[in-house]
Nanobody, 124 residues
Framework: QVQLVESGGGLVQAGGSLRLSCAAS????????MGWFRQNPGKEREFVAA????????AYAGSVKGRFTISRDNAKNTVYLQMNSLKPEDTAVYYC?????????????????WGQGTQVTVSS
């Protein structure tokens, strides 16, 4: 089992920044890939970014590329999402996810574990 605990959400004005953190504990062999997804009420959960443990390779959704940066500290089993130049459309609940493989990281299906979510609200 893996437990994921997110933190760092909040309210920020458009153009501002936030940094989300996700600390993993438990069976860390299942955290080869760690990703961030987001969801608004009535909408599908969408991929934001992901990072692999092995080579540190990353993937981003087109809507956040150039503004968001995902990173991880393997020693601390923690993944971060630095969000800059935030827009009102970035408002959502952000979920951290962990999975055992680095393939297909844009799909929710490869992740076995999910955090409880943290709210990010960007005001215009």
């Amino acid at each position: 089992q893996v437990q994921l605990v997110e933190s760092g959400g909040g309210l920020v004005q458009a153009g501002g920044s936030l940094r989300l953190s996700c600390a993993a504990s438990g069976r860390t062999s299942s955290t080869y890939a760690m990703g961030w997804f987001r969801q608004n009420p009535g909408k599908e959960r969408e991929f934001v970014a992901a990072i692999n443990r092995g080579d540190g390779s990353t993937a981003y959704a087109g809507s956040v590329k150039g503004r968001f940066t995902i990173s991880r500290d393997n020693a601390k089993n923690t993944v971060y999402l630095q969000m800059n130049s935030l827009k009102p459309e970035d408002t959502a609940v952000y979920y951290c996810a962990a999975g055992p493989t680095g393939w297909g990281v844009r799909s929710q299906n490869v992740y076995d574990y999910w955090g409880q979510g943290t709210q990010v609200t960007v005001s215009s």
